[in-house]
C-alpha cells in the first residue's frame, strides 16, 4: 500500500518562508513525477511545482522565483521551499506522485496540510 505522508504546514507571516516535504512509503517499484498543488477555500485545486524524476520542473506563474520544487530520488521525498509569502498563497497544499506499482503507473495524493499566510 502506498502512502504519501506530507508535514511543514503551519502560520506565518507575510514575507516569511515555510518549507513543506512529502515522504513517499510502502511497495512500489519507482516513483516518478512528484509535485505540489493547493487548493484555497471556494477555489479548485491548482497546480503549485511540479519535477519529473529526471529534474525537469514547472512552476504556476503566481510562484516562479519565490517557490522552489526539490525531491531526493533516493528517498523518495519532494520538498516545496516557500518564500516571499503572500496571504493569497493560503491554502491546504497537497503532495501529489506517479508511482509505478508492479506493472502500472498510478496517481496518489496526501492528507494535505494547511498553510496560512497572515499577520
Known amino acids: 500500500q502506498v502512502q504519501l505522508v506530507e508535514s511543514g504546514g503551519g502560520l506565518v507571516q507575510p514575507g516569511g518562508s515555510l518549507r513543506l516535504s512529502c515522504a513517499a512509503s510502502?511497495?512500489?517499484?519507482?516513483?516518478?513525477?512528484m509535485g505540489w498543488y493547493r487548493q484555497a477555500p471556494g477555489k479548485q485545486r491548482e497546480l503549485v511545482a511540479a519535477l519529473t524524476s529526471g529534474g525537469s520542473t514547472n512552476y504556476a506563474d503566481s510562484v516562479k522565483g519565490r517557490f522552489t520544487i526539490s525531491r531526493d530520488n533516493a528517498k523518495n521525498t519532494v520538498s516545496l521551499q516557500m518564500n516571499s509569502l503572500k496571504a493569497e498563497d493560503t491554502a491546504v497544499y497537497y503532495c501529489n506522485a506517479r508511482i509505478v506499482v508492479i506493472t502500472y503507473e498510478a496517481g496518489y495524493w496526501g492528507q494535505g496540510t494547511q498553510v496560512t499566510v497572515s499577520s
Open positions: 510502502g511497495r512500489f517499484l519507482r516513483v516518478n513525477a
